[in-house]
């Protein structure tokens, strides 16, 4: 598990407050882009949102980049992207370097033609996914005469991801249905729940991180249990709930 200092810790107990806020899809990244950028000491960030019929990027939000060269991503230079096609791929937080070698980087197109205009030099980007559907994603940049992203960056944006992917599926479900469960709605089914099928007060948090989005292994940092201990737990509250997966389990919560 990643420690974070008091700053670090500050700044992601604000990002969580915005993610658990009924923001609609850019609003939400409106207000946790800068903070998200605070927390990495990052000077760029951009965020999209996947238009799977239409195959294109859109629904941009954006810090510090040129309205110009960003229309001329949407444009023109998605399309010759090297990199976002693999990063796209990932279900957690990557490095650029990661996916294409740098010396390579440095040399194509995207980077000299588009990054470099508005001082783009190191990355990490992070999409979020509901199924096999990409709901939107965080790509974030340092500018030259930095250091690059460290593996701890990246650990700490992964521990933020799936509360964000959370965030944003709740988000477009509300864009698509105002009238759907608010997040104070889902609080209070999964309290509800929770009491009816006689959770334990150690159970409920993890029921509630389960519905959140969080995997075994971030359910296990967050309560500073094992991933054996969480699995233990898991199959208690799937025993209590009669269900068999996480699915069937946040199913039956809403229904609550």
């Not at 923001?23 to 605070?38: A, F, S």
């Not at 929770?194 to 296990?220: C, F, H």
């Amino acid at each position: 598990m990643v420690s974070l200092s008091a700053r670090e810790s500050g700044i992601v107990f604000q990002i969580m407050g915005e993610l658990a806020t009924d923001h609609d899809p850019t609003g939400l990244r409106r207000h946790v882009g800068p903070l998200i950028m605070d927390l990495l000491k990052a000077q760029y960030l951009a965020s999209y949102v996947w238009d799977e019929t239409s195959s294109i990027f859109g629904d941009r939000v954006a810090f510090n980049m040129s309205d110009d060269n960003l229309t001329s991503y949407e444009d023109y230079y998605q399309f010759r992207d090297p990199i976002t096609p693999l990063l796209q791929q990932r279900r957690r937080t990557t490095s650029v370097n990661d996916v294409m070698a740098r010396r390579a980087f440095e040399r194509c197109e995207f980077f000299n033609d588009f990054l470099k205009k508005d001082g783009l030099c190191f990355g990490i980007n992070y999409y979020a996914y509901s199924g096999a559907t990409n709901i939107g994603d965080l790509r974030i940049w340092r500018g030259f005469g930095r250091e690059d992203f460290s593996r701890r960056d990246i650990e700490i944006l992964d521990l933020i991801g799936p509360a964000f992917t959370n965030a944003m599926r709740l988000a477009l479900a509300r864009q698509t249905d105002p009238d759907g469960p608010s997040r104070e709605i889902m609080l209070n089914a999964i309290e509800r729940a929770s009491r009816s099928a006689g959770l334990t007060e150690r159970e409920k948090q993890i029921a509630s991180a389960l519905v959140s989005g969080r995997t075994d292994q971030q359910i296990a940092d967050l309560c500073f249990i094992s991933v054996t201990t969480v699995r233990t737990h898991i199959r208690h509250i799937y025993r209590k709930f009669n269900v068999g997966s996480r699915t069937q389990l946040i199913h039956h919560i809403t229904l609550q």
